[in-house]
């Protein structure tokens, strides 16, 4: 019911205003490193928007701002988590713990192994967090794995010993099996070859389709123009500019 | 949607503990929710034991409160309750995982006799359905079953632990504490120990407090964390953020400090 | 039953039976206690005695604070009133006492005993005192003393189950056969002293009071008349008394505990009453087993025969 609401096509799903991060740097006499400062956009269900700039321009901070990773220094971000917006920022562990668990989903650039658990496994996880039944799960994640190509061989194996383009598929299978309103990509297509990043770029289509809201960072250009409806230039952003 | 308005497992307000004049830990309060794993991290020294032995009554604080909830719902402040009270709920409701499982098993009965401690503690007075549930622990935590006659002293380290865990889980208890789990054991048998434990909380929806020193082990098996530094709090919050974006200088530093792989 | 009445009045039974007055006492105190809380084990102040420990000092105290000028004392050891044992200490009692002594189980009033319980029933009246060399039940398993005393107050028995399940897990029985723990009134769990398990039974709702003195350890302990008296077991393994597949060789008496006799280097042996009172009854009654020397026996030499444990 509360997808519902959250996924027609308009609705806004994320809005940051006035956004900062700067780093405190305590073991360097206390230097302050500013990265973002006052990132204000709205993304809506349904829709795809990248942000752009070069390297250095805080893209990933507010990216990991977004997922809750990193601890924002000003301003708020509303999130829609089923019927009410909520403050990620303001927002206690425990919330944003439920955040990620119903509403927001995370793939990130590289894969963080855990030792010992099946490639399958790990992408079945987050469906089975959610309270369905591993068998129901795993015949998911296997789907999944066989659309982005991964040899089955591989799905009975921990990905540790994976080459990067392997994890990389894994971890998005994982970002991509829930039906979270809210996703965000953190270059997800890096070590891909251009059979797979086909099948990433289908996948967003779909996840769009869906009125799921994805944010973005694809340094790649063609996965870029293939998905982006809008880009949002965090140049803009900059604390030079502010400064 | 999950609900967030369930009140905690366990509460700590305020809590302190003095050794004379020295401070073991100072005015520490938090919460804990059933199935959510809170890490105590510091160095040593730091309080992580004094405040891990607090909260599990093995130690009387100083100052403060610890209030359960128990299982019919009510919440109970746990230094007043009666020694019988408390060491009823420290073989039930809850488990505690001791460093070097010597302190946590009984090293000269058997395997199956550990794991079936607690059962015939709360009353159990049937053999075969003893052995039954041990054997049925016994392989959750991976130990073969025809190893259930064999006293731990013949066991290996690794063994000797997840022995000690299927002993703590026997009776179903919602809380866990765990004191430095992994330590003093070989890397690979850390990783599948760790493993295991992940598996054990999720399945079976635990609450645990585990204390390490080790911020990968934290890292892996908590859903939050709380830093700690001669006796205080220094730093708490959702485990990713505090071990990506730390903000005390404390935590920095000891981030900072991990050797990469 | 009673020792010394009004102080000074009787100087025969002032400091009667080797302690003094004071020690008497406080004993008495302490059995008092004992018999008001049924298996719970009560401290008290064990004396040297002119015997060794592990002969019997709590025992010897117990009776010598009990014990009056019109009392009839039975001591038996392994079942037996001929053995070591029970020899010096019904010799010490007749010295320092000048109390009746028997063997006959119904004649005493009071019994004091190692490891059996006579197999004639006993009567209200009577006192059956028992020598424990550890009264701790729990301490095999929990060492610490601090703990094991915790876990009494506590009625944490769970530790009782683990030694009988440790029992089955390694011999596929409770291979416990003697100092068997019973629950004494759905409360103490108690260490019977080293009587066979065969005893249990008989001291579920005894008519006769029964104390347990520990004099290395310093402990007294009862159980009063009418009590209940469980043998712990498990519902799948219950507790069993041990059977005889034949008769006593020598009176043929069944459902008794016996002793093997070795009669011989080549294998030769034979299963006698324990008891040897029992024994002699039932053959002055006529009675006869597969062994029985004819008519001109005069009691069957025991002593050498310690119970198949």
């Known amino acids: 019911m509360s997808d519902l609401v959250s996924r027609e096509a308009g609705t806004v799903a994320v809005r940051a205003s006035a956004l900062s991060k700067s780093f405190r740097m305590h073991l360097q006499g206390g230097l302050e490193l500013p990265v973002v400062e006052g990132a204000s956009f709205e993304v809506h269900a349904g829709e795809c928007v990248v942000l752009g700039g070069p390297s250095g321009a805080g893209k ?36 944003v713990l439920a955040i990620r668990r119903e509403t927001l989903g995370y793939v990130s650039q590289f894969l963080r192994t855990v030792p010992r658990v099946a490639a399958i496994d790990v992408v079945a996880e987050p469906l089975v967090a959610r309270g369905i039944d591993a068998a129901t799960a795993r015949e998911r994640a296997a ?68 009125g799921v809201a994805q944010i973005g960072i694809f340094h790649d250009e063609e996965v870029r123009e293939a998905v982006a409806d809008r880009i949002i230039d965090v140049r803009g952003f900059g604390p030079a500019r502010a400064a | 949607m999950t609900m967030l308005d369930e009140t905690p497992l366990l509460s700590v307000a305020g809590l302190s503990r003095y050794y ?143 022995l000690q865990i299927a002993r703590n889980l026997v009776t179903g208890p919602r809380l866990v504490f765990m004191d430095e789990p992994t330590g003093g054991l070989d890397v690979s048998v850390q990783a599948r120990l760790l493993d295991l434990l992940r598996g054990l909380v999720n399945d ?13 082990v934290a890292r892996l098996l908590s859903h939050r964390m709380i830093v700690m530094k001669d006796g205080r709090v220094v730093e708490e919050g959702l485990t990713d953020r505090v071990l990506d974006d730390p903000q005390a200088p404390y935590t920095q530093l000891l981030v900072s400090s991990i050797l990469q792989v | ?122 009567q209200a009246g009577q006192v059956l005192v028992y020598q424990v060399p550890i009264p701790e039940p729990l301490r095999f398993l929990e060492p610490r003393e601090t703990e094991t005393r915790k876990m009494h107050a506590l009625e944490e028995y769970g530790l009782m189950h683990v030694k009988l399940y440790e029992d089955i897990a390694r011999h596929g029985h409770i291979a416990t056969t003697y100092a068997y723990p019973v629950l004494v009134s759905g409360r103490y769990v108690m260490d019977p002293s080293p009587t066979p398990k065969f005893d249990n039974p008989k001291m579920d709702m005894s008519e006769a009071l029964q104390l347990f003195g520990a004099g290395r350890e310093k402990r007294i302990y009862a159980i009063p008349p009418h009590t209940r008296v469980v043998s712990l077991d498990f519902e799948d393994h219950p507790f069993e008394i041990q059977t005889f597949d034949e008769p006593c060789a020598l009176c043929g008496a069944e459902g008794v505990y016996l002793d093997e006799v070795i009669l011989d280097d080549r294998g030769g042996r034979m299963f006698v009453c324990s008891d040897t009172d029992h024994c002699e009854d039932r053959r002055a009654a006529g009675h006869r087993g597969s062994m029985s020397p004819d008519e001109a026996y005069a009691g069957h030499g025991k002593g050498e025969g310690e119970a198949a444990r």
Not at chain 1, 177 to 192: G, K, Q, R, Y
Not at chain 2, 108 to 130: C, F, K, P, Q, W
Not at chain 3, 73 to 84: N, P
């Open chain 3, 1 to 122: 039953m009673s020792a010394a009445t009004a102080l000074g009045e009787d100087l025969a039974t002032y400091n009667f039976a080797y302690l003094d007055e004071q020690t008497k006492r406080m004993i008495r105190r302490a059995i008092l206690k004992a018999i008001a809380i049924p298996g719970y084990q009560v401290p008290f102040a064990s004396r040297e005695m002119p015997m060794p420990y592990g002969w019997g000092t709590g025992g010897v105290q117990v009776t010598a604070s009990i014990l009056g000028p019109q009392d009839v004392l039975k001591v038996i050891d392994q079942g037996a009133d001929d053995t070591t044992n029970a020899v010096s200490i019904r010799a010490f009692f007749q010295k320092v006492a000048s109390v009746a002594v028997t063997t006959k189980t119904r004649e005493a009033t009071i019994i004091q005993t190692r490891h059996r319980i006579p197999e004639e029933k006993l």
């Open chain 2, 20 to 162: 004379g004049e020295r401070v073991g830990c100072r005015d520490v309060s938090f919460e804990v929710y059933p199935g959510e794993v809170l890490a105590i991290v510091g160095e040593s020294g730091s309080g992580k034991t004094t405040l891990l032995n607090c909260i599990s009554t093995r130690l009387e604080p100083s100052a403060g409160s610890v209030s359960y909830r128990m299982r019919d719902g009510e919440s109970r402040d746990l230094y007043r309750m009666s020694e019988a009270e408390r060491r009823l709920l420290m073989r039930t409701d809850w488990g505690f995982v001791h460093q070097n499982p010597a302190d946590g098993l009984r090293m000269t009965v058997s395997a199956g006799a550990n794991v079936g401690e607690r059962l015939m503690a709360v009353g159990e007075r049937h053999y075969g359905r003893i052995r039954d549930t041990a054997t049925h622990w016994l392989s959750r935590v991976e130990i073969a079953a025809d190893r259930i006659d064999d006293q731990p002293r013949a066991f290996s380290g690794g063994m000797r632990q997840r």
């Open chain 1, 60 to 95: 990933s901070s507010i990216l990991k701002m977004l997922y809750g990773n990193y601890a924002a220094t000003g301003g708020e971000i509303l999130i829609r988590h089923g019927e009410a917006m909520v403050d990620l920022v303001a927002a206690s562990p425990r919330l």
């Open chain 2, 204 to 216: 079976l929806g635990l609450a645990a407090i585990v204390v390490t020193h080790d911020l990968a």
């Open chain 1, 143 to 210: 789907r999944t794995l066989e659309r982005l190509n991964l040899p089955q061989r591989l799905w009975q194996l921990p990905p540790a010993t994976f080459s990067g383009g392997e994890q990389q598929r894994v971890n998005i299978a994982r970002g991509f099996i829930t039906d979270h309103p809210v996703l965000l990509l953190d270059e997800p297509t890096a070590s891909l070859d251009a059979a797979n990043r086909r099948v990433v770029i289908e996948m967003i289509a779909q996840k769009k389709a869906q």
